[in-house]
């Protein structure tokens, strides 16, 4: 059945990943605090992982003012291209494994209190990032992520969990690996031509040691991150992944650097290509670049701030 048009339900449009373990509680939670708040929520339970982003562009079409996913990074992602460059927000319910956005954006991650944030908090302007006209909020790259996405998934269909099957597939990925061979322009001025274990492009720039590795300090600094290893080795990648958590300095290891725009040109017509955890493939060249401020994210309200 169809959802109820929008001036059914004048509060937000709720879409939520009906694989998520916490899916009911998301549910009751939402009906209850939505309803304190007298906005009541239109709730769209998705079984298809194509559902969440032809919800969010009908919700747009209707001119719905906030649009939720509740779901991990795949949800939120499928969402926010939907919304991205459109006057409706996005609110996020961490509902995934990792929830990078939710916590760099720096929503709760308790979910009674990601409700809240909805009818509490403030819109803030955030970037995207965009590769062949596919965006990501958090991350794509090309090279080992990709593959260990994959073994990763297959991992899952053997019954391992999450956690369990991304360790295996690291394992597996490492064992069997080869460099790709890229040539990159960035901002139409410098050509790099390079052989690396991946390309790594963030929307705004990652940590890369201590307790800051793989978050972000801002996301709205309208510059991607790149990200390349300068030594392509097995045993350079291992120490690499042993020295960054403990808060050694890694950047001697690596070739990082900011821009607006990249065009990579691998070496082979056509290469599987990662956006916030999801592997498509792509034809070459990769267009890469940033969308300063185009989408809106309602966030905790910061000091001094009123919702």
């Known amino acids: 059945m169809a959802p109820p048009p929008l001036e059914e339900s004048a509060g937000p449009t709720c879409i939520l990943n009906g694989a ?30 194509d559902e969440p982003a032809s919800l969010a562009a009908r919700a747009v079409d209707e001119r719905s003012q906030l649009v939720v996913a509740g779901g991990g990074d795949g949800t939120v992602n499928a969402v926010a291209s939907a919304l991205a460059g459109t006057d409706t927000a996005l609110g996020v319910l961490p509902m995934g494994t990792f929830n990078h956005f939710a916590r760099d954006v720096g929503i709760p991650l308790d979910l009674e209190a990601a409700v809240r944030n909805l009818f509490t908090g403030q819109i803030r302007k955030v ?44 394992g597996s990925v490492l064992r069997r690996y080869s460099p790709v061979r890229v ?7 410098e050509t790099l031509a390079r052989r690396t274990p991946f390309l790594f492009v963030g929307n705004n720039k990652y940590g890369l040691v201590g307790l800051e590795i793989g978050t972000r300090a801002n996301l709205d600094s ?4 790149v990200c390349m290893a300068s030594r392509a080795g ?30 990579v040109h691998p070496e082979t017509k056509r290469v599987n290509v990662s956006t916030d955890g999801e592997i498509s493939m792509m034809g070459a060249p990769l267009h890469y670049r940033i969308r300063p401020r185009a989408l809106g994210v309602v966030a905790p309200a910061r000091n001094g701030e009123r919702p």
């Open 127 to 170: 970037d995207v990032g965009e590769v062949n006209g596919r965006v990501f909020v958090n991350n794509s790259g090309i090279g080992l992520y990709p593959r260990i996405v994959r073994q990763r998934e297959a991992q899952q269909r053997h019954g391992h969990v999450k956690w369990v099957a991304f360790l295996l597939a690291v």
């Open 183 to 189: 040539k990159l322009s960035v901002d139409e001025a």
């Open 234 to 263: 097995r045993r350079n990648l291992i120490r690499m992944a042993l020295k960054t958590p403990m808060g050694r300095e890694s950047d001697r290891e690596l070739d990082a650097f900011e821009a607006q725009e990249i065009w």
């Open 222 to 225: 309208g510059r991607l991150w």
């Open 20 to 49: 998520s373990a916490h899916v009911e509680a998301a549910r009751a939670l939402l009906e209850r605090i939505s309803g304190e708040f007298g906005a009541p929520a239109r709730i769209l339970i998705t079984r298809r992982g």
